[in-house]
Each structure stands twice: as C-alpha cells, then as structure tokens.
C-alpha cells in the first residue's frame, strides 16, 4: 500500500546560510522523492536524513513529529515555514482514488523515542527489584522500603545500583517496542530503528517490515545505514550522501561497501 505517493522539499532559498533545515539541503539537486511501499534514505552521519523524515512528518503532521523553533537567529519559525512550503501528493486505493488523507495511527518513530522507551523499562525494573530484593526481602514492608528510598541514604543506594539490572536486554526492548507500536494500515516513519538491535533481529525485523507491507496494508519510510536492514529490505533506496539524492542499489552504497572490504581483508581469519 502506498499512502503518500511523491513528497518534494522546498526549493526557497534564505539568505543565511546557516540557517536550519534550509542549510541542510542547500547546494542539493532534488526531484521529488517518488515512494514505493517501503523507502530507505540512506546517509552517513550527518547527512540530513533524520531531518528530512522530520520534515515530511512535521508537512504531514504525524503523531511523533518534532518541531524546532530556531532562536539563534531571532524567533522566527524557519522549521514551520519550511514544512509549509514542501508539497506532496497522496497515494490511490485499490480502485485507483486518491486516498483523501494519512491514516490517523501513522506515527513517526525516532531513534530517541527508542532508547528512550530502554532507559524507562531500565529504571523502572531497578526501581522494583530494588524495593523487593533489597529491602522487603530484608524485613521492611513495601511502605517501609518507600520511605527509606525517600531518604539521603536509600537515594545515594538507588543511585548506585540504578540501570544495574535489566528484565530486558536493549534488543528485546527495541523489539518489544516495535511489536506495541506497529500496526496494520498505516504509514510509518522510522529513523534508524536498527538501534541497540544485534545483526540477527536487524534482520527479523526488516523481515516483518517486509511481511507488514504485503500482508497488512503498511508502508514505511526509513532512514538508516545498517548494511543488514538494506541488505533485507525490498526497498526503493535513495542515496543521501549524494549531491542529486540518486536511487541505488544496497550493495553500491559506501556503508556496505566498508563492511565488505573489512570482510574480505580478514577472510583467512574465517578459514578452517
């Protein structure tokens, strides 16, 4: 399914050139992003394209977006005025009519929202066993080992043993996160979701990003440069570090290529 069909990025130029997100695609030649069911922008650091995810979800007005107000150079709304002046066009239904909107559970998940989402389990596993283990287990009652955490001691305590322990490792955190908040018929924004994730659930979960966009009605656009989630995709792939955005194929990409070369220039050290 494809929701939003072409979004193009402002064209207007501000005449400081430091001026954010307009100096982030200055000096670019850009055509309309064209989408396909699932779209990857692919970027070393640095080259904007978690800023232009922002931007389409700040146009589109997506659950999760984030909107930044410049005050360096006066309080003006560069962010607002920039969205504003990007356009897009809308995707069609199987009967070939233009979708009249997003759907209303379309998100924007960023890699923030992610490790987010680990310190909180995180504190709030030590914050439980803590209690239980440390102190009701030594006699207190639960009330009892509240008031002590309340104290300059049980604080200094809490301090110290504070992201000691974990009910979930990060990986299964992430992906837990991503099962709670993925759902059918939507569009989804994803900003290097590969986070804390192993190689191995890299893959399982381009794998279900794939599954979700045949069997349920998704569609993704994803901005990463993890060799294993490009290398699984079945992805239309913009290549960021370019001056003109081109499309290309996973394995030309400077990333992939680096994993490679390292590979191959250690390919004794694998051998029997």
């Not at 992003?33 to 979800?57: D, E």
């Not at 924004?189 to 659930?201: K, Q």
């Not at 194929?249 to 992939?256: A, D, G, Q, S």
Request: with cysteine; net charge negative; charged share 25%.
């Amino acid at each position: 399914m494809i929701y939003l069909s072409s979004f193009k990025l402002s064209e207007r130029q501000v005449s400081n050139p430091n001026i954010y997100p307009y100096n982030v695609f200055r000096g670019k030649y850009i055509e309309p992003f064209i989408f396909s069911p699932i779209t990857v922008f692919y970027g070393n650091n640095g080259s904007g394209k978690s800023t232009l995810l922002n931007v389409i979800a700040n146009t589109l007005e997506l659950k999760g977006k984030e909107y930044g107000l410049n005050t360096v150079y006066g309080k003006v709304d560069y962010c607002g005025g920039f969205s504003s002046e990007c356009s897009y066009r809308l995707g069609e239904d199987e009967d070939g009519k233009t979708i009249r909107s997003i759907p209303a559970n379309s998100r924007y998940i960023k890699s923030e929202d992610i490790l987010y989402e680990i310190k909180k389990v995180q504190q709030k596993q030590v914050l439980e066993d803590g209690m239980e283990y440390d102190y009701v287990k030594k006699g207190m009652t639960p009330s009892q080992a509240r008031a002590f955490l309340n104290t300059d001691l049980g604080v200094k305590q809490l301090g110290r043993i504070m992201f000691a322990q974990e009910k979930y490792s990060n990986g299964e955190t992430s992906l837990q996160y991503f099962h709670n908040h993925l759902n059918p018929n939507a569009l989804y924004l994803l900003d290097e979701p590969e986070v804390s994730l192993s190689p191995a659930n890299q893959v399982a979960l381009a794998e279900e990003i794939n599954r979700m966009t045949r069997l349920l009605q998704c569609q993704f656009i994803i901005a990463t440069h993890s060799p294993f989630m490009l290398g699984t995709l079945n992805a239309k792939i913009y290549n960021i570090d370019s001056k003109e955005y081109d499309v290309a194929r996973w394995n030309e990409l400077e990333n992939v290529r680096y994993f490679y070369d390292f590979f191959k220039s250690h390919e004794k050290e694998f051998e029997k």
